[in-house]
């Protein structure tokens, strides 16, 4: 089994746990649920296009930061002028919670995008009580038919949709759902393997319906300029900022560089 198996087996036993223990009406009774979402596809449009992740640990790098409070992270993060805040909710392997993404939307007004293996519409009911305003839909591990249904899902409660492909057979699975924006995935989850080369590759065959968003293992302003040039509207940036001592202030700086390039 690769590591990205290994953690949909588990969120498989997680999201069967929590159906007995939460009933959907209890997430529906949040106060959360009925509030209006901001878009994080049209900030992307008329930002920076910075969508700046908390993240503590993955598979792939173990420890990047566990010593700050998420809210100081996503107030840095909102202070920086980021298009959005990614906040990912796994435990298990990248040591998130829904408790973070609740904070998180305690402490900021900027688009929120609940990181997570969505394999079931519980967790987008989840995901809608907890303060998000995007969920995001990983093609690698869902079929046509579950990433239509999910995205409708998300679509009903008023969230965006972000859709993950890594190669251009996921991407054909993909152009039949309601998602706002496509990312590509420069890392591939089943090897780690990342290169920004994969998102030039595939952005000419994403249709221009979506906004077109760039993933992983980015770390210099550079980089973000190339991938303008392909039409790149979203840059979704984790540990460079995370690995510091201050994530706000990196990501601060990263985008007064940015704004002094392009
Ligand atoms: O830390 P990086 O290399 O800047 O990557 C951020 C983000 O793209 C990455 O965390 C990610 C992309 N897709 C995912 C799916 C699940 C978990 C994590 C991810």
Redesign the pocket.
């Known amino acids: 089994m690769n590591i990205l198996d290994k953690i949909i087996a588990d969120k498989f036993k997680e999201v069967e746990l929590k159906k007995s223990l939460i009933p959907v009406s209890q997430l529906e009774s949040s106060v959360l649920f009925d509030r209006k979402c901001f878009s994080l596809a049209e900030n992307l449009k008329s930002g920076s296009g910075i969508i700046a992740?908390h993240?503590r640990r993955?598979p792939s790098k173990s420890v990047i930061n566990q010593s700050h409070n998420v809210q100081d992270v996503t107030k840095g993060y909102e202070d920086a002028e980021v298009s959005g805040i990614?906040v990912?909710t796994?435990g298990k392997y990248?040591g998130g919670s829904l408790e973070d993404l609740l904070y998180a939307r305690a402490s900021v007004e900027t688009p929120i995008l609940r990181?997570e293996?969505m394999i079931d519409k519980y967790q987008v009911t989840e995901a809608k009580a907890y303060g998000a305003d995007a969920i995001?839909l990983?093609a690698a591990v869902l079929t046509e038919e579950q990433l239509i249904y999910l995205a409708n899902s998300a679509k009903e409660l008023g969230m965006d949709v972000l859709l993950?492909i890594h190669n251009e057979e996921e991407l054909q699975k993909s152009l039949k759902v309601k998602a706002d924006m496509i990312?590509v995935?420069n890392?591939n989850?089943k090897t780690f393997e990342?290169s920004i080369e994969n998102s030039k590759k595939l952005a000419e065959l994403i249709p221009n319906e979506f906004v077109k968003v760039s993933?992983?293992?980015?770390s210099n302003t550079s980089a973000i300029a190339d991938l303008k040039n392909y039409g790149y509207q979203g840059f979704?940036?984790?540990?460079?900022f995370?690995k510091t001592d201050n994530p706000g202030a990196a990501a601060k700086e990263f985008i007064t560089e940015l704004k002094s390039i392009v």
């Open positions: 992740e993240k993955s990614s990912l796994d990248f990181k293996f995001l990983i993950e990312g995935n890392r989850l990342v993933e992983s293992g980015i979704l940036i984790g540990e460079n995370m």
